[in-house]
């Protein structure tokens, strides 16, 4: 099946590239087909994966993969979630994404920086296909008080991931695909598309 993934984030596509690999599906990024990003207007995971793959399937006319994602920590109230690409203000920033956490959870005992990655992907057929394919994975750690490794994106460097003692930026990315969210939700997705 070919299939455009509809994002625009370099770390995702990176991680899509190995998470696709022998897998038989021919996996566009959806810049090959010149798709902008669209407004993420959801309230929900869920519903922000959806809308980006109706976008890329209007566009390009093929069936496509929205991932929406992001870190939801406890102590402060499930933030930045939903927002997590843009919770420091401009989109994407993710060095003032880190500091901004790091200030917001400072002083919290290391007992209460619980938090965890989400990623949600919704598979379209089509633009207008009313049977979405969603699957979800979550990706249980703690927020350290300070960035460590250099692998990986966004807030990686600030999740540790228990039992391992490391952060998600100094795991390689085959461990990382082994455990995260996107990992998990990818393996999902794979069950789901199995005949039945
Ligand atoms: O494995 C991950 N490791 C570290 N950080 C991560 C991960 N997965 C999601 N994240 C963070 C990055 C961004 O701050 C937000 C996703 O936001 P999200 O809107 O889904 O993606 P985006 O705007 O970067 O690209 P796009 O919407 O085009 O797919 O969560
Ligand atoms: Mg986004």
């Known amino acids: 099946m070919k299939l455009v993934l509809a ?7 990176a991680e899509f590239r190995e998470l696709f690999a022998g897998t038989g599906f021919d996996f566009h990024p959806q810049s090959e087909f010149a798709i902008d ?8 995971f869920v519903e922000n994966a959806l809308i980006k793959a109706r ?4 566009i390009s006319g093929l069936p496509a993969l929205g991932d929406d994602s992001g870190l939801c920590v406890d102590a402060l109230d499930g933030a930045p979630g939903l927002y997590s690409a843009r919770y420091a203000g401009s989109h994407g920033d ?3 994404n880190i500091e901004k956490l790091l200030r917001e959870i400072h002083g919290v005992p290391d007992d209460q920086r619980t ?9 379209l057929r089509h633009a207008d296909d009313p049977q979405p394919i969603i ?6 750690g703690r927020i350290l ?5 250099d692998n990986g994106f966004g807030y990686d460097p600030v999740f540790v991931v228990p039992g391992l003692g490391l952060s998600a930026a100094e795991l390689d990315s085959a461990a990382k695909h082994r ?3 996107r990992g998990q939700a990818m393996a999902r997705l794979h069950e789901l598309l199995q005949p039945q």
């Open 179 to 181: 455990l995260s969210h």
């Open 55 to 58: 976008h890329a399937a209007r």
């Open 94 to 96: 993710s060095a003032a």
């Open 135 to 140: 699957a979800q994975g979550t990706w249980e």
């Open 145 to 149: 008080d300070a960035p460590r490794g």
């Open 115 to 123: 938090a965890r990655f989400v990623c949600v992907l919704a598979l």
């Open 7 to 13: 994002s625009g984030n370099a770390g995702k596509l």
């Open 37 to 44: 990003d669209v407004e993420e207007t959801g309230l929900t």
